[in-house]
């Protein structure tokens, strides 16, 4: 009996990455130490040290804020859904890349607004690493030729 994967939608949840946030607070929080060290003036480097830090926790805050959504995909060409709070948006020109256990997507919608995921190890398991990795190589418009066998 022939497989068929024609219904098959790779659905991925998103939510917020705590990973991410600490990231960003490291960052903020190394520049504003490499600031302190330089040898900028005091009375550049003091502020400019407290807007490093500042920036650094208010960019880790606005990220564990972002509502958490979930994608459905066909995969290649097709287009991607997001389901958020606030209904179901169509993403065009997905493009999607895998960085070993990060990955990210990002398409336009209708309007041009750009969306962005980004999925890092504490949000993303093997599982759903993988099945986004096989939606990436299906592509509905375009297949490959099989090889001619030698006779």
């Known amino acids: 009996m022939p497989s068929s994967n024609a219904s ?31 040898a900028l003036p005091a009375a550049l480097a003091l502020p400019g040290a407290v807007l490093a830090a500042g920036w650094g926790a208010w960019l880790a805050r606005r990220q564990l804020q972002r509502p958490p959504c979930s994608l459905d995909w066909l995969g290649g060409d097709e287009p991607a859904y997001l389901t958020q709070r606030d209904g179901l948006i169509r993403i065009d020109a997905v493009t999607v890349r895998l960085r070993g256990p990060q990955a990210t997507l990002a398409g336009t919608d209708r309007h041009g607004r750009i969306h962005r995921l980004a999925w ?20 509905w418009r375009y297949v490959k030729p099989l090889r001619k066998q030698a006779a």
């Open 8 to 38: 098959w939608t790779c659905r991925i949840d998103w939510r917020p990455s705590r990973w991410l946030a600490a990231a960003l607070t490291c960052l903020g929080l190394m520049a504003a130490l490499s600031l302190g060290l330089s």
């Open 120 to 139: 890092w190890p504490d949000t993303l398991p093997p599982q759903d690493r993988r099945q986004l990795r096989l939606a990436l190589a299906v592509s």
